[in-house]
T-cell receptor, first 117, second 112 residues
Framework: GAGVSQSPSNKVTEKGKDVELRCDPI?????LYWYRQSLGQGLEFLIY????????KSGLPSDRFSAERTGGSVSTLTIQRTQQEDSAVYLC???????????????FGNGTRLTVT | QKEVEQDPGPLSVPEGAIVSLNCTYS??????FMWYRQYSRKGPELLMY????GNKEDGRFTAQVDKSSKYISLFIRDSQPSDSATYLC????????????FGKGTRLSVIA
């Protein structure tokens, strides 16, 4: 079946511009996650959506970062006024049940590689 | 001390070798343990998922959890060049609405 789909796969932008990254989770998955992966830094949690609950935004690094999930499905991560330190791979994942649930591992997309020049 | 420690490698082994990848963790409340494999320019894919202490085997892969030592391992038997990837451990607390915590990953190269 279809996995998690992310677009674009690569994005090059100039410092100060806004960018939008899109994630289409696996159909029927209730939970959606955004992570950031920088070289040598591992996976950094950004934000978590579960059903109609308020999202957990505790991982967002600054107020330039925001995300929404429309209709419980597609999600968009927006970075305003991009900085060079925002350059990273942004990974989206979904899971069938809420995080921490038994037997509900994360399924990842292939990420968007963002380069801020 | 970080919550999850994982040697970043790189680890280079000859084809056919047995590979041992390890993570240690500090929070004894972690209950669910996972291993993900990540190929270059791809997202992580789930390899193994374990709950309790002990071993779980799937083909050439064995995941081992030792909660008393707060130590988890992934063994790869008869390693193949196609196993060359970065391996990330990850773990959840047993309760509560908290994020999955990842190790930084170990980069493995299997040389033909």
């Amino acid at each position: 079946g279809a996995g998690v789909s992310q677009s674009p796969s690569n994005k090059v932008t100039e410092k100060g511009k806004d960018v939008e990254l899109r994630c289409d989770p696996i159909s029927g998955h209730t939970a959606l996650y955004w992570y950031r992966q920088s070289l040598g830094q591992g996976l950094e949690f950004l934000i978590y959506f579960q059903g109609n609950s308020a999202p957990d935004k505790s991982g967002l690094p600054s107020d330039r970062f925001s995300a929404e999930r429309t209709g419980g499905s597609v999600s968009t991560l927006t970075i305003q006024r991009t900085q060079q330190e925002d350059s990273a791979v942004y990974l989206c994942a979904s899971s069938l049940y809420s995080r921490g649930s038994y037997n509900s591992p994360l399924h990842f997309g292939n990420g968007t590689r963002l380069t801020v020049t | 001390q970080k919550e999850v420690e994982q040697d970043p490698g790189p680890l280079s082994v000859p084809e056919g070798a047995i590979v041992s990848l390890n993570c240690t963790y500090s929070n004894s409340a972690f209950q669910y343990f996972m291993w993900y494999r990540q190929y270059s320019r791809k997202g992580p894919e789930l390899l193994m998922y374990t709950y309790s202490s002990g071993n779980k085997e799937d083909g050439r892969f064995t995941a081992q959890v030792d909660k008393s030592s707060k130590y988890i391992s992934l063994f790869i038997r008869d390693s193949q060049p196609s196993d060359s990837a970065t391996y990330l451990c990850a773990m959840y607390l047993g309760s509560g609405n908290t994020p999955l915590v990842f190790g930084k990953g170990t980069r493995l190269s299997v040389i033909a």
